[in-house]
């Protein structure tokens, strides 16, 4: 089981709502992610926070906004999202930004978006 | 070229039989690699680190060849539980952070 918990699992808004996707974990991990997969595709980096503060923006659209409130919290703030956002929104941790051997990415479960 | 390639397949395989694939890297200076599985709409989980020494553990196999940039993978005595998408991960130093960059997956059908 992921240690590394999404809420909610699935999704569906308008492209006026503004909604919130979650995720936590305690495994003591100083480094948080979000990834964006599109079916048949490999999971695109979109964020990454690395000792609560945000260290990677991958030129994501101001739509989607991260938000980092503790070390073990790690939020993605959607609106005015377009249709073509619909997607698996995965967040994941690892011990540390820098990936060495023993220092590998987990993922929560994801949350399953649906832009109508 | 992709920094990291993958023959997408599928390859579809008897149960028990023996299955490779092969993902390839462009960055010479990349530091670390990993294969992940992926079930359909599932997260993808760590399979595997892969060592220069190479490493197993238990029916998977990975090897890593720097001289000619790719990684592998073995799955012995194939289980229709295999069925999945691998997915090769490479990561590499980019101002001043190592970032993992993604193969496209490879779809491997375990058939009865």
């Known amino acids: 089981d992921t240690e590394v918990t999404q809420t909610p699992k699935h999704l569906v808004m308008g492209m006026t709502n503004k909604k919130s996707l979650k995720c936590e974990q305690h495994?003591?991990?100083?480094?948080m992610y979000w990834y964006k997969q599109k079916a048949k595709k490999p999971p695109e980096l979109m964020f990454v926070?690395?000792?609560?503060?945000?260290?990677i923006n991958e030129s994501v659209p101001s739509r989607f906004s991260p938000e980092c409130p503790n070390s073990s919290l790690l939020n993605l703030h959607l609106h005015a999202l377009q249709p073509e956002d619909s997607a698996l929104y995965l967040c994941?941790?690892?011990?540390?930004?820098?990936?060495?051997?023993?220092?590998?990415?987990?993922f929560g479960e994801g949350s399953w978006l649906t832009v109508v | 070229r992709k920094e990291v390639e993958q023959d997408p397949g599928p390859f579809n395989v008897p149960e028990g039989a023996t299955v490779a694939f092969n993902c390839t890297y462009s960055?010479?200076?990349?530091?670390?690699f990993f294969w992940y599985r992926q079930d359909c709409r599932k997260e993808p989980k760590l399979l595997m680190s892969?060592?220069?020494?190479?490493n197993e553990d238990g029916r998977f196999t990975a090897q890593l060849n720097r001289a000619s940039q790719y990684i592998s993978l073995l799955i012995r005595d194939s289980k229709l539980s295999d069925s999945a998408t691998y997915l090769c991960?490479?990561?590499?130093?980019?101002?001043?952070?190592?970032?993992?960059?993604w193969g496209a997956g490879t779809k491997l059908i375990i058939k009865p």
């Open positions: 994941a941790s690892s011990l540390g930004t820098f990936t060495s051997s023993g220092n590998t990415i987990y």
């Open positions: 495994m003591g991990h100083r480094a």
């Open positions: 926070y690395s000792y609560e503060k945000l260290s």
């Open positions: 960055n010479s200076a990349s530091q670390s």
């Open positions: 892969v060592y220069s020494s190479g």
């Open positions: 991960v490479v990561a590499s130093l980019m101002d001043s952070n190592y970032q993992l960059i």
